[in-house]
C-alpha cells in the first residue's frame, strides 16, 4: 500500500472520528435527542459489524448466526436487571443494574456459547458453515421465544438503564460517549489482532488453509478462538443495546438481524476496520431515511444495496480510499 | 538413524489398490529420489507421507517416532516439511510474509494478539535469510500474486526450509520450469544436499539422476527395485516397467 492511499484512508478516519465525537453537541445545540440516539444505534451496530468483519472478512469464516450473541448479550443484561427489579434471585444470585458486572457477565456468556457453536460448526466448512451458524441462532431464537418467564415473543423490558459504577447511564450524550469509547477500543483491538502473529494465522488460513496446516498450524484451533472474540464482543454490543432501549427480543437475534450485520459489513467493506463501521452508518442512514417515506422500504433498499455491490464490490470505505481500506 | 520409514503401506480406493503393501527406508542425510510411471500412486503416497490420505494398513515413522495416526500439523511440527507440486502459498501476502509464516510455526503456539508480526526482527530476519537463500531476497516485498512462476517454486522451498525440517518432502519441483530455472533449482536443492534427508518425488530424469544418492522405482503401489542411479538404470524390471527410452545414456 502507498503512502500517499495510506494518507488518504488516515484523512476519513480523521474526519469520520470527528463526526462521531462532535455530532452529540451539534445534536444538542438543536436539542435533538433523536440523533444521539441514531447515533448510539449507529456506534453499537457498528461494533457488532466490526466483530463480524473479524470472522468473516479477516478469518474468511462466513457466519450467518452472529445476532445470536449479540442477542444473547442483550439478555444476560435484561435478565439480571429484571431479577433485581422483580427480587427474584437467579442461581442464588440477586440480580444486578451494575453495568460494570453485567457487560463483562454478557461477555462472558455471548463468549461461552461462541465457543460450543463454533467448536461444532467449524468441523464443517463452506455452505454448510453457513447454514449450521444459522441453524444454532435459530435455535437460541426459539428458546428465548419459548421462554415465557422472560417474555417470550413479546421480549423483556428494563424498567431503568444499567448505572456505571453507582452512575445512572440516563443521559443520552453520556450514553453515547461510552458506547463510542467502547468502540474505539473494539477498533483498537481489533487492529492489534490483526496485524499480530495471532492475525497472520487466522488472514493465512483464508488465503490458503491446506498451506498453513502444512506448516504445522492447527487451523481449527485458531479459527474458534477469532469466533469466540467477535462473539464476545457481539456479546458486550448486545449488552449496550439492552440499554439503549431498555428492551430486549428475540428478533435481536432472528436470522434477518444476522443478514443485516453481515450486509453492513459487505456494504462498507470486508478485511478493514473503518469499512464495518461505514457500512453500519450507512445502513442505519438509508433504513431511517426511506423507511420513513414508506413502509415497503426494504423494496428501495434491496435495489441500492445491488448497485452498491456492483459499483463497490470492496464496498463504501474501499471505494473512498481507493487502496485495501485500513 | 533412519529419517523415514514406510512399513506395509496400503490404501484402496474402491477396488483399486493404489498404494499396494509398499515398504520404503529413507536413511538420514540421503537424497531419496521416487519415481514411477503415471498412475503409479506416487500422489497417493505423499498424502500418506503428509498426513493428508489416512492409510487402511501399514506404519509410517519419522525418526523413530510411529507417525502414522499423526495429524498434517502435527507431522509438520515434528520436522516433515513438504514443497506442493502446485504451489500452495498464501496469496495476499508477500514473499516475506509466506517465509515469516513457515518461521512464526516454529516459534511456538501464535495465540499472541498484540505485538505487530510485520515488524518483529525474530520473524522477518529468519524469513529474509531464508530467501536469499534461494536467491529470491530482491523480491521479499513482492506480493505472491505477481511472483513467476519458477519464483513461486523458489518461493515454497524457501518456506519449507524456513520450517528448519528434519526431513524435505519434494513434490515435483521441476514441475512447469524452463531448462534455465530447472537448472538453476537442481543448483539450489544439491547445495542442500548433505544437509537434511529429502525425498524427491520427480518426473524430470536428468534431475533425479543428478541429485539423488538412491533411487526407489515405484510401480503399481509396490517399491520394485531400491538402489543407486547406476543400479535401478540396469535392472531390467525396472526398464521393462518404466524407464524405456527416458533412461539417459551415462
Redesign the interface.
Same mark, same amino acid.
Given at each position: 500500500m502507498s503512502g500517499a492511499l495510506k494518507t488518504r484512508g488516515g484523512v476519513l478516519v480523521l474526519l469520520l472520528g470527528l463526526v462521531l465525537v462532535a455530532l452529540p453537541f451539534v445534536a444538542q445545540a438543536y436539542g435533538s435527542t433523536y440523533a444521539i440516539t441514531l447515533a448510539t444505534r449507529v456506534v453499537i451496530y457498528a461494533m457488532v459489524a466490526v466483530s463480524l468483519d473479524l470472522i468473516l472478512g479477516y478469518g474468511g469464516m462466513v457466519s450467518f448466526g452472529h445476532a445470536a450473541y449479540f442477542g444473547l448479550g442483550g439478555y444476560v443484561v435484561a435478565i439480571l436487571s429484571f431479577h433485581l427489579a422483580e427480587d427474584v434471585p437467579i442461581f442464588g444470585f440477586a440480580g444486578t443494574n451494575e453495568a460494570l458486572v453485567s457487560l463483562p457477565l454478557a461477555m462472558l456468556v455471548s463468549g461461552l456459547a461462541a465457543l460450543v457453536f463454533g467448536a461444532l460448526s467449524l468441523r464443517t466448512s463452506g455452505i454448510y458453515f453457513i447454514m449450521i451458524t444459522l441453524a444454532f441462532a435459530q435455535m437460541l431464537f426459539y428458546i428465548f421465544v419459548a421462554l415465557k418467564y422472560y417474555g417470550g415473543d413479546d421480549g423483556l423490558s428494563m424498567p431503568r438503564r444499567n448505572l456505571l459504577a453507582g452512575t445512572r447511564l440516563t443521559d443520552p450524550a453520556s450514553f453515547y460517549f461510552l458506547c463510542l469509547g467502547l468502540l474505539g477500543a473494539v477498533l483498537g483491538l481489533m487492529r492489534?489482532?490483526v @496485524?499480530? #502473529?495471532? @492475525?497472520? =494465522?487466522l488472514? @493465512?488460513a483464508k488465503?490458503?488453509e #491446506? #498451506?498453513?496446516?502444512?506448516?504445522?498450524?492447527? =487451523?481449527t484451533r485458531?479459527r474458534l =478462538?477469532a469466533f469466540v472474540i467477535a462473539g464476545m464482543i457481539a456479546g458486550l454490543a448486545g449488552g449496550l443495546w439492552a440499554n439503549l432501549g431498555r428492551f430486549v427480543s428475540p428478533d435481536m437475534m432472528a436470522w434477518m438481524k444476522s443478514g443485516e450485520f453481515m450486509l453492513m459489513v459487505i456494504l462498507g467493506g470486508v478485511s478493514s476496520l473503518a469499512g464495518p463501521v461505514v457500512g453500519a452508518a450507512a445502513f442505519l442512514l438509508i433504513e431511517s431515511t426511506i423507511s420513513g417515506l414508506t413502509q415497503h422500504w426494504q423494496a428501495i433498499f434491496g435495489p441500492i444495496v445491488i448497485l452498491i455491490a456492483l459499483y463497490a464490490p470492496r464496498g463504501l470505505w474501499g471505494a473512498a480510499t481507493g487502496g485495501r481500506g485500513s | 538413524m533412519t529419517a523415514l520409514v514406510l512399513t506395509g503401506l496400503a490404501k484402496s480406493f474402491g477396488a483399486l489398490r493404489v498404494t499396494d503393501g509398499l515398504d520404503l527406508t529413507v536413511e538420514d542425510g540421503e537424497v531419496h529420489a521416487i519415481i514411477g510411471p503415471n498412475g503409479a500412486g506416487k500422489t497417493t503416497l505423499i498424502g500418506q507421507i503428509t498426513g493428508e490420505i489416512v492409510p487402511d494398513a501399514g506404519r509410517i515413522s519419522l525418526f523413530g517416532a510411529d507417525i502414522t495416526g499423526w495429524s498434517v500439523p502435527q507431522r509438520a511440527r515434528a520436522g516433515l516439511a513438504r514443497c506442493f507440486q502446485i504451489s500452495q502459498l498464501c496469496a495476499g501476502f508477500t514473499a516475506e510474509d509466506n517465509v515469516a509464516l513457515a518461521v512464526q510455526a516454529g516459534q511456538g503456539h501464535s495465540f499472541r494478539f498484540l505485538r505487530p508480526a510485520r515488524t518483529d526482527g525474530r520473524l522477518r530476519i529468519p524469513a529474509r535469510a531464508a530467501l536469499e537463500r534461494v536467491g529470491l531476497a530482491a523480491r521479499a516485498d513482492t506480493p505472491l500474486e505477481d511472483l513467476a512462476h519458477g519464483e513461486k517454486r523458489q518461493l515454497e522451498i524457501a518456506v519449507a526450509l524456513a520450517m528448519q525440517p528434519r526431513l524435505l518432502l519434494l513434490d515435483e519441483p521441476m514441475a512447469g520450469m524452463g531448462p534455465e530455472e530447472s537448472a538453476a533449482l537442481v543448483a539450489l536443492l544439491a547445495s542442500l544436499k548433505g544437509s537434511l534427508p529429502m525425498v524427491l518425488i520427480e518426473h524430470d530424469m536428468d534431475a533425479v539422476f543428478s541429485l539423488a544418492d538412491r533411487i526407489s522405482v515405484l510401480v503399481s503401489g509396490r517399491i520394485i527395485r531400491t538402489g543407486t542411479g547406476e543400479e535401478v538404470r540396469g535392472d531390467p524390471n525396472v526398464r521393462e516397467a518404466y524407464l524405456g527410452d527416458e533412461v539417459p545414456h551415462a
Open positions: 492489534a489482532i @496485524g499480530s #502473529r495471532f @492475525g497472520m =494465522v488472514t @493465512g488465503a490458503n #491446506r #498451506r498453513m496446516a502444512a506448516l504445522g498450524y492447527p =487451523v485458531y =478462538v | -
